[in-house]
């Protein structure tokens, strides 16, 4: 479970990006969360990686308190917790498989673990033919099907996925998404930030909507009603 205990975010008396938000997420849910530019998303999204630290209130992954965590065991929490970008964040200079192999290597696999586990994603996200492929060679919705891999190689309990489509087309948006929901199915929480109200509106998932740093709608099949 997931839970945002009375949190705020204050940048500057005249920047609140967080006010006294409680939120619980349960254990393999799978969540949208909406709101206009300056709502609130990104600042809650770098509250639960641990990228950033509230200025009251706490935020709970578990039994956890994520800003209690030592700089020593902050990297074992965050790959509990796999992200995926809007800009799909690859590094330009390796494959796609080098790119997914690279966060498992430094988490100390081994060669024959990498090898098993990332073709198994790269099928699972329905790319293993374009394994030995580098970011320029691949379309959009290719680098974020490889993003969506790493993020999972590493099997987090939860997957984040801040704006996942907002640089796809309508076709490579549908795929996403139900990619994403298939990854629920196997049973990682989704945290789903996004600006399009097609994909809310199709997903009849739960859907919590930020404006002004609070909370103010928390409906359990939601539409967008910005």
């Known amino acids: 479970m997931i839970y945002f205990d009375h949190v ?3 940048y500057s008396p005249t920047s609140v990006a967080l006010e006294g938000v409680n939120l619980t997420i349960e254990p393999k ?3 949208s969360i909406v709101g206009q530019s300056g709502a609130g998303k990104t600042t809650l999204i770098k509250l639960l990686l641990g990228e950033d630290r509230p200025t009251a209130g706490k935020v709970f992954f578990e039994s956890i ?5 030592s700089a020593k065991d902050l990297p074992a929490f965050r790959r509990r917790v796999g992200a995926v ?10 494959t796609a498989f080098e790119n997914i192999s690279f ?5 100390g696999m081994s060669e024959e673990e990498i090898e098993a586990d990332v073709t198994q994603v790269l099928d699972l996200v329905g790319i293993v033919g374009k394994a030995w492929h580098f970011p320029h060679e691949l379309s959009g919705g290719e680098k974020q099907r490889v993003a969506i891999a790493r993020a999972i190689a590493m099997r987090p309990d939860v997957i984040i996925a801040d704006e996942p489509t907002g640089n796809l087309d309508p076709m490579n948006t549908f795929e996403i998404i139900k990619l994403l929901e298939k990854i629920n199915d196997l049973g990682s929480t989704v945290i789903l930030t ?13 859907v919590v909507t930020l404006e002004g740093g609070r909370v103010v709608r928390d409906d359990k099949n939601g539409r967008y009603v910005l």
Request: aromatic residues 8%; glycine residues 2%.
């Open 194 to 206: 996004t600006h399009n109200k097609d994909v809310i509106n199709g997903l009849n998932r739960r």
């Open 8 to 10: 705020s975010k204050v």
């Open 65 to 69: 308190n994520v800003h209690e965590l």
């Open 85 to 94: 970008f809007q800009d799909f964040r690859l590094l330009p200079t390796k």
């Open 103 to 107: 966060a498992m290597e430094s988490a």
């Open 29 to 31: 849910e799978f969540i």
